[in-house]
């Protein structure tokens, strides 16, 4: 438990820790800010064609609406954010210099590793239940509830605001599992580095990478797709669906949850053998 508050405060006293923060408060206040001020003509112009067929009237542009707005627009970019802090969590102490002195500490490699993954997953947790925040909250103190409509690709779905709360706090844990997933791929690649910008620009560069495999419709990438963690990283979506298809988000959550427990396990591994003398 030393260790891990340690690790915590070295995360929380880094510049590097709070541009996160930050990032998100300001893209979310730019978007509540747009829709404050052309909401309505945004919502019209989305529902031109639905228009055309029904008749939607009511408190459309709401807390529910901007929020929903925000996490699709933010939670590809989150990701990134993540890797700034995990990224450097290992590779950090061997740029500094510091790896040698921890680990003639009497701790473990393996406990070393495990504080690190648990601090960076408390700090996913923070930066999580700040965009709640910024995104969901603030959102409904200046919009106010409402129903939600979640237009789709092939369907409309129009959610009432007393069914909508727990949504989001369910996509907000998965978002949660989500990131930490990412942030397990990146302190792994981290443990291989001796510099923190190899393992925040190869880790980027692999959800990228991977993102776009998940969104090419091309038969011979179609087999790897359900194994793809960038396949699995929005099924918060579902949350927002009627009826809700549980079986898929679950499917989906445990493809994060192996990639967090392989992540954790080969760190492990690599850095108990790793020569830390060279």
Do not use: C
């Not at 001796?194 to 393992?199: K, Y």
């Amino acid at each position: 438990m030393q260790l891990i508050k340690i690790e915590i405060y070295k995360i929380f006293t880094r510049p590097r820790t709070y541009i996160s923060y930050a990032v998100v408060a300001a893209i979310a206040l730019i978007i509540q800010l747009a829709m404050y001020t052309n909401g309505k003509s945004f919502v019209e112009f989305a529902l031109k064609g639905v228009n055309e067929q029904f008749d939607i009237k009511g408190h459309i542009v709401n807390g529910y609406l901007v929020a929903f707005i925000i996490m699709q627009s933010l939670m590809v970019h989150i990701p990134l954010l993540v890797t700034l802090v995990s990224g450097d969590a290992i590779s950090g102490e061997a740029a500094n210099g510091t790896l040698r002195l921890l680990l003639t500490k009497p701790i473990s490699r393996t406990a070393f590793v495990i504080a690190k993954f648990l601090s960076s997953f408390i700090y996913t947790i923070s930066l999580i239940l700040w965009f709640a925040v910024v995104a969901l909250f603030l959102s409904l103190l200046i919009f106010g509830p409402g129903d939600l409509i979640n237009l789709k690709s092939d369907a409309i779905v129009i959610l009432l605001k007393d069914d909508i709360f727990w949504r989001y706090t369910a996509a907000f844990f998965y978002a949660i599992l989500a990131m930490t997933t990412i942030s397990g791929i990146s302190i792994l690649l981290s443990a291989f580095a001796s510099n923190s910008i190899g393992p925040i620009v190869t880790t980027m560069g692999l959800l990228v990478f991977f993102t776009i495999l998940s969104n090419l419709d091309i038969p011979i990438f179609n087999q790897l797709k359900p194994f793809l963690f960038t396949s699995h990283m929005l099924a918060w979506k579902g949350f927002f669906d009627d009826p809700v298809p549980y079986a898929s988000i679950a499917t989906s959550a445990l493809v994060l949850v192996t990639y967090i427990i392989f992540s954790l396990l080969l760190t492990i591994f690599y850095f108990n053998k790793k020569d830390i003398l060279s």
